[in-house]
């Protein structure tokens, strides 16, 4: 699959949205990419998730961990295809950490999945669980990077769709300043 495969999919599946979105990271969108729109679907999810794991096939990868919640989804799948195991981090009290009895063994090499890729942030957090643990970081496999190429996690990160969205921090939005309200996350604005 190449990135035009990847949007194509995306805009079948109705993951690209239009209008005025308030992100995770807390900056404002005119653009949003609604994962589960396509992650619904497990033979997509499944076609994402083997090019992934297609892309560090090589890497000798022992563990895929991702972030709840869609990377919990890619890192399932990723796993699959590549014949290892998959776990995922969650929160405890607003810290990134591994529970239910997830473990990474010392020198194991981890493969770190996640779904859009804004500011990097959670994957950050997951990056420093699987260090505390010992682990070895070998990759980062994103399905959409719309930082504009901005986040380098200091590994070898795979992203199956660059997207270069503008985004801005909430008194430079222009949209906010036009009065535009928030478009709710599952519909097009329209």
């Given at each position: 699959m190449?990135?035009?495969?990847?949007?194509?999919?995306?805009?079948?599946?109705?993951?690209?949205?239009?209008?005025?979105?308030?992100?995770?990271?807390?900056?404002?969108?005119?653009?949003?990419?609604?994962?589960?729109?396509?992650?619904?679907?497990?033979?997509?999810?499944?076609?994402?998730?083997?090019?992934?794991?297609?892309?560090?096939?090589n890497?000798?990868?022992?563990?895929?961990?991702?972030?709840?919640?869609?990377?919990?989804?890619?890192?399932?799948?990723?796993?699959?295809?590549?014949?290892?195991?998959?776990?995922?981090?969650?929160?405890?009290?607003?810290?990134?950490?591994?529970?239910?009895?997830?473990?990474?063994?010392?020198?194991?090499?981890?493969?770190?999945?996640?779904?859009?890729?804004?500011?990097?942030?959670?994957?950050?957090?997951?990056?420093d669980?699987?260090?505390?643990?010992?682990?070895?970081?070998?990759?980062?496999?994103?399905?959409?990077?719309?930082?504009?190429?901005?986040v380098?996690?200091?590994?070898?990160?795979?992203?199956?769709?660059?997207?270069?969205?503008?985004?801005y921090?909430?008194?430079?939005?222009?949209?906010?300043?036009?009065?535009?309200?928030f478009?709710?996350?599952?519909?097009?604005?329209?």
């Amino acid at each position: 699959m190449n990135e035009q495969d990847v949007m194509q999919l995306l805009e079948k599946t109705h993951a690209v949205l239009h209008g005025h979105f308030l992100l995770t990271s807390g900056l404002h969108s005119p653009m949003y990419v609604e994962k589960f729109n396509v992650l619904q679907h497990p033979k997509y999810t499944e076609m994402l998730c083997q090019e992934l794991a297609k892309r560090y096939i090589n890497d000798q990868v022992e563990l895929v961990v991702g972030p709840m919640t869609g990377g919990i989804l890619l890192s399932h799948e990723v796993g699959k295809a590549l014949g290892t195991r998959a776990i995922f981090t969650e929160r405890d009290n607003g810290k990134m950490t591994l529970k239910r009895g997830f473990e990474i063994p010392q020198g194991c090499r981890v493969l770190i999945v996640e779904d859009i890729v804004t500011t990097g942030g959670s994957v950050k957090e997951v990056m420093d669980v699987v260090k505390e643990h010992g682990g070895e970081i070998v990759g980062v496999g994103l399905l959409v990077d719309r930082s504009g190429g901005k986040v380098d996690f200091g590994v070898r990160t795979e992203a199956l769709l660059h997207l270069d969205v503008t985004t801005y921090k909430a008194e430079d939005c222009p949209l906010c300043k036009e009065g535009v309200p928030f478009t709710k996350r599952g519909r097009t604005g329209k």
